[in-house]
């Protein structure tokens, strides 16, 4: 049985950073890409970022240099950091294997 757990959101300012980890078992994680998705109240989930089995990266215009995925295959383990949050980043964010999805970690930027 595959399973992604994310953790690490929180409530952080305005030009806060946050590091969200997902971490798979019951898969060959270092097989296959990961990616990070959110969705915000009203709105639809949108893909943050993805990363696959080589390392290649792929990111949302919206978090481009600001936000940055990788993975460690030894621990089975993909992060996103997160800097110069701003309010539009509030958001579940859930991470995602094949047709797997984690349970989400909210995300809130406020002042």
């Known amino acids: 049985q595959v399973q992604l757990v994310e953790s690490g959101g929180g409530l952080v300012q305005p030009g806060g950073s946050l590091r969200l980890s997902c971490v798979a078992s019951g898969i060959a994680f270092g097989w296959y890409s990961m990616s990070w998705y959110r969705q915000a109240p009203g709105k639809q989930r949108e893909l943050v970022a993805s990363?696959?089995?080589?390392?290649?990266?792929n990111y949302a215009d919206s978090v481009k240099g600001r936000f940055t995925i990788s993975r460690d295959n030894a621990e089975n383990t993909g992060y996103l950091q997160m800097n110069s949050l701003k309010p539009e980043d509030t958001a579940a964010y859930s991470c995602n294997m094949l047709v797997h999805w984690g349970q989400g970690t909210q995300v809130t930027v406020s002042s």
């Open positions: 990363i696959s089995a080589s390392g290649s990266t």
